[in-house]
Nanobody, 124 residues
Framework: QVQLAESGGGPVQAGDFLRLSCTLS????????MGWFRQVPGKEREFVAA????????LYADSVKGRFTIYRDNDKNTVWLQTESAAPEDTAVYYC?????????????????WGQGTQVTVSS
């Protein structure tokens, strides 16, 4: 059974450091694309960032480019998403997802499994 366990969410103050983690089990981690999405109530889930392997060029949505960083460690079966300065507009439920490395990074349908989501609330 494929499992994606997200952690690191919670209430934070604007300007604070934020790091989310996602650990994958039940699947070979080295041949996967790992992605992060986020969703605000009443809105569609949106792509945030993705990475295929350690050292690969990360891919970011325009909304987070320059502010967020995604990275992964295959030995730990873990992918992280972080920002040095969280902003109120980053408030959302963040989802970790896994899919084949050869698929597009920004389509939800290209990801095969999803985590349960972790809530991030950034207060001003």
């Amino acid at each position: 059974q494929v499992q994606l366990a997200e952690s690191g969410g919670g209430p934070v103050q604007a300007g604070d450091f934020l790091r989310l983690s996602c650990t994958l089990s039940g699947l070979t981690f080295t041949r996967t694309r790992m992605g992060w999405f986020r969703q605000v109530p009443g809105k569609e889930r949106e792509f945030v960032a993705a990475i295929n392997w350690p050292g690969a060029k990360p891919l970011y949505a325009d909304s987070v480019k320059g502010r967020f960083t995604i990275y992964r460690d295959n030995d730990k079966n873990t992918v992280w998403l972080q920002t040095e300065s969280a902003a109120p507009e980053d408030t959302a439920v963040y989802y970790c997802a896994v899919g084949p490395y050869y698929t597009a990074h920004y389509f939800e349908d290209d990801y095969t499994d999803w985590g349960q989501g972790t809530q991030v609330t950034v207060s001003s």
